[in-house]
């Protein structure tokens, strides 16, 4: 009689698309979140403890404590996500847990947005949506709402990733110039398809940009790399975009630069304190804020899902997890 393996048991810990959530009931022995209530520390420590793969999201902190709970059955975590600094990968590690996540399915909606909070914060776009709505707008006027042209600006790339380089293809094709600074310099055929302009120093590139993208990983070096300084290289007209993560710049020091018009602006779709959204920021006019929805369409959302099944999959089978991610690596 032939030996029926067993299905891993999966704890997902939010709410994912139907179809997504529907295979994993098909293949693994899945423990879903239908309320998509977020989990606490004390679930989390529970999730571990129980399961032999953990499904978490960007919302989840999964820090040396959660880990140190964890039973001896848990030996996949299975990120829904690019990003894993919310995973601490060193503790992971030591506890022989493997850590995979969805690299490259987000990186067209994500610089698809990054050019929306392009277009939208120098054209004041969500202060006419707001003037409208409010029913003070007394028609067509001269010097009504006048914001600034993008076509022959140039754009600062601070990380030129997959998602960089997808924003600065998208950059061209709207007049823009593109510039950028780089961990390290990206191989000169990209540099020559892009026509891009590499910047060993940041703080050079910052002073000389009309329009910055934050497009870079959140790691321990770049944690306020937009600090207080860099901040004060921008020209008074520049706009900041962060599509990445919001800690990476310090929002206390851009909010004085917007407040004061030292800036030109800002297009924000992460925060320092996600969910908490600094209420300081809230008060200005001269910011864009949409609520870190970078990756938020169906065919993105279930090509992550997708991802997932596969690592948990290939890893269960005792083949290679195809994103594993590998510590001090970043992707």
């Not at 964890?70 to 990120?79: H, S, T």
């Not at 009504?144 to 998208?170: C, F, K, N, Y």
């Not at 520049?238 to 020091?253: K, L, P, Q």
Request: glycine residues 8%; charged residues 20%.
């Amino acid at each position: 009689m032939a030996v029926i393996a067993r299905k891993p048991n999966v704890v997902v810990t939010r709410k994912l698309p139907d179809a997504v959530e529907t295979r994993m009931m098909e293949l693994f022995q899945a423990r879903l979140n239908t309320g998509d209530q977020r989990f606490g520390a004390a679930e989390l420590r529970r999730a571990v403890a129980e399961a032999d793969v953990l499904v978490p999201t960007v919302t989840d902190t999964i820090d040396a404590d959660v880990i140190a709970a964890a039973g001896a059955m848990l030996k996949l975590i299975a990120n829904f996500g690019t990003g894993i600094d919310h995973i601490d990968l060193a503790a992971a590690e030591a506890r022989g847990i493997t850590v995979t996540n969805t690299p490259g399915v987000l990186t067209e909606d994500t610089a698809d947005l990054a050019l929306a909070l392009m277009l939208a914060t120098p054209r004041r776009i969500t202060e006419g949506e707001r003037l409208l709505r409010s029913g003070e707008w007394q028609g067509w006027a001269p010097t009504l709402l006048l914001g600034h042209r993008i076509a022959g600006q140039r754009l600062g790339i601070l990380g030129m990733g997959r998602i960089g380089q997808a924003v600065a293809r998208r950059a061209r094709g709207f007049g823009l110039s593109i510039h950028y600074h780089n961990r390290k310099r990206v191989p000169e055929e990209i540099e020559q398809e892009l026509e891009a302009t590499y910047w060993e120093e940041l703080d050079q590139m910052l002073a000389h940009m009309d329009i910055v993208s934050v497009n870079c990983p959140l790691t321990t070096e770049t944690h306020h790399m937009l600090n207080a300084e860099r901040l004060g290289t921008l020209q008074p007209h520049a706009v900041i975009i962060n599509t990445a993560r919001g800690e990476i710049i310090d929002e206390n020091a851009l909010y004085d630069l917007l407040k004061t018009h030292s800036i030109g602006g800002a297009g924000l779709d992460v925060f320092e304190n996600a969910p908490q959204v600094n209420p300081r920021l809230l008060t200005l006019d001269n910011v864009v804020l949409t609520p870190h929805i970078g990756s938020a369409t169906h065919a993105g959302r279930i090509a992550m899902g997708e991802k997932v099944i596969i690592n948990i999959k290939s890893f269960w089978d005792n083949n290679p997890a195809p994103d594993r991610v590998i510590v001090g690596v970043t992707t």
